[in-house]
């Protein structure tokens, strides 16, 4: 059956304004919770969308823990989304976070609840979710026309917006280029006539290559010039795994330029970004390694399931959402060549030191 839309399958007056004024009550969503029931679904207990992507329907779901179907034909498990198999009724046409979005009145839509709102944050990085202004009901669409929907709800008042997932539904969804290092905005007055750029804050330890140094200031890559930390993720998450990228970059002064190995992203979006990742290494918001892929290199070897970081270089270890202070630390270690580590081992207090080269 085909499942692009047709202007005649609903009351073209629900279809054009998304809702209808209800005398007292307000507004009346129940032809966008109608027609919320014909283009998502439950496939093994998960809530599938269907949206249009280059004109034809794909199933979509987003989860932050893994899921287990037949129906799966891809995943990102750096942002949680699911392609699936099959076809529903009708589809929703995906619209960007833009100016326009941000002057219309939306709602958070499932088939129950239709909860009033609007988009607080516009597109920005590679992992940026999409804010609305109050709660999203449970599995629902940001909409304002019915057919039309701005992203589908992940958490809380955060969805996941047309960008991140027409992404995901192209040929590099799921797949992300890093150049080892993690970045901040230029904020500083700069005087000199090159683009703004970003400011590298942390190197990988474990990058393969690593012509970059903290406070170089990238100017561009492969020419195109950067002008804001989302141009930076983005061209960087673009980038092909064993290619080389032309960086262009400001180090004391001096205009560089350097060729850089290309690798794939292993941390970042849902997954833990700890630059340990490559190693299939997993530690939590507690700094304690929860499992271990594979051998790490140096003297970090020794490191085992249940070791808890204390503190490294003499330098507790600052909680935070994302571990930039731990990766900040072990970025400053690298640049000195070796890392002291207290660790908590089977309820002991134990000291490792490592080279890092």
Same mark, same amino acid.
């Given at each position: 059956?085909?499942?692009?839309?047709?202007?005649?399958?609903?009351?073209?007056?629900?279809?054009?304004?998304?809702?209808?004024?209800?005398?007292?009550?307000?507004?009346?969503?129940?032809?966008?919770?109608?027609?919320?029931?014909?283009?998502?679904?439950?496939?093994?207990?998960?809530?599938?969308?269907?949206?249009?992507?280059?004109?034809?329907?794909?199933?979509?779901?987003?989860?932050?823990?893994?899921?287990?179907?037949?129906?799966?034909?891809?995943?990102?498990?750096?942002?949680?989304?699911?392609?699936?198999?099959?076809?529903?009724?009708?589809?929703?046409?995906?619209?960007?976070?833009?100016?326009?979005?941000?002057?219309?009145?939306?709602?958070?839509?499932?088939?129950?609840?239709?909860?009033?709102? $609007?988009?607080?944050? &516009? *597109?920005?990085?590679?992992? #940026? /979710?999409?804010?609305? %202004?109050?709660?999203?009901? =449970?599995?629902?669409?940001?909409?304002?026309?019915?057919?039309?929907?701005?992203?589908?709800?992940?958490?809380?008042?955060?969805?996941?917006?047309?960008?991140?997932?027409?992404?995901?539904?192209?040929?590099?969804?799921?797949?992300?280029?890093?150049?080892?290092?993690?970045?901040?905005?230029?904020?500083?007055?700069?005087?000199?006539?090159?683009?703004?750029?970003?400011?590298?804050?942390?190197?990988?330890?474990?990058?393969?290559?690593?012509?970059?140094?903290?406070?170089?200031?990238?100017?561009?890559?492969?020419?195109?010039?950067?002008? $804001?930390?989302?141009? &930076? *993720?983005?061209?960087?998450? #673009? /980038?092909?795994?064993? %290619?080389?990228?032309?960086? =262009?970059?400001?180090?004391?002064?001096?205009?560089?330029?350097?060729?850089?190995?290309?690798?794939?992203?292993?941390?970042?979006?849902?997954?833990?970004?700890?630059?340990?990742?490559?190693?299939?290494?997993?530690?939590?918001?507690?700094?304690?390694?929860?499992?271990?892929?594979?051998?790490?290199?140096?003297?970090?070897?020794?490191?085992?399931?249940?070791?808890?970081?204390?503190?490294?270089?003499?330098?507790?270890?600052?909680?935070?959402?994302?571990?930039?202070?731990?990766?900040?630390?072990?970025?400053?270690?690298?640049?000195?060549?070796?890392?002291?580590?207290?660790?908590?081992?089977?309820?002991?207090?134990?000291?490792?030191?490592?080279?890092?080269?």
């Amino acid at each position: 059956m085909k499942t692009s839309l047709s202007l005649r399958t609903i009351p073209i007056v629900s279809l054009l304004l998304g809702f209808i004024y209800s005398g007292a009550y307000g507004l009346d969503y129940s032809a966008c919770r109608a027609y919320y029931k014909q283009a998502t679904s439950v496939v093994d207990s998960t809530r599938i969308y269907s949206v249009l992507y280059q004109n034809k329907p794909h199933l979509i779901a987003f989860s932050p823990s893994p899921l287990r179907s037949s129906r799966i034909i891809k995943h990102d498990p750096f942002t949680g989304l699911y392609l699936f198999s099959g076809k529903l009724a009708k589809s929703y046409r995906l619209k960007p976070l833009d100016t326009f979005a941000h002057t219309l009145p939306l709602a958070g839509v499932n088939a129950t609840q239709a909860i009033a709102g $609007s988009i607080t944050n &516009f *597109e920005k990085g590679i992992f #940026d /979710l999409g804010k609305f %202004s109050t709660t999203l009901p =449970k599995d629902s669409v940001i909409s304002t026309i019915c057919y039309q929907s701005y992203g589908i709800s992940a958490y809380g008042q955060y969805f996941i917006p047309k960008i991140l997932i027409d992404r995901f539904l192209s040929p590099k969804g799921g797949q992300y280029g890093d150049i080892g290092v993690r970045v901040s905005a230029n904020i500083q007055s700069v005087r000199d006539q090159h683009p703004k750029g970003v400011i590298i804050e942390q190197v990988d330890v474990f990058f393969p290559h690593k012509p970059l140094l903290p406070k170089d200031r990238i100017l561009s890559i492969n020419g195109h010039a950067i002008t $804001s930390l989302a141009d &930076f *993720e983005w061209l960087v998450a #673009d /980038l092909e795994p064993r %290619s080389k990228a032309q960086v =262009k970059f400001v180090r004391n002064g001096r205009v560089l330029e350097a060729a850089v190995q290309v690798d794939r992203r292993y941390g970042g979006g849902i997954l833990r970004d700890t630059f340990f990742e490559r190693y299939g290494v997993i530690i939590d918001k507690d700094f304690v390694i929860r499992s271990i892929g594979k051998p790490l290199p140096f003297t970090l070897s020794q490191l085992s399931v249940g070791d808890k970081f204390i503190w490294i270089d003499k330098t507790p270890i600052k909680k935070d959402s994302d571990f930039w202070h731990f990766r900040q630390l072990f970025s400053q270690a690298g640049l000195r060549g070796q890392v002291e580590l207290l660790l908590l081992h089977d309820g002991v207090e134990i000291f490792l030191r490592s080279p890092l080269r």
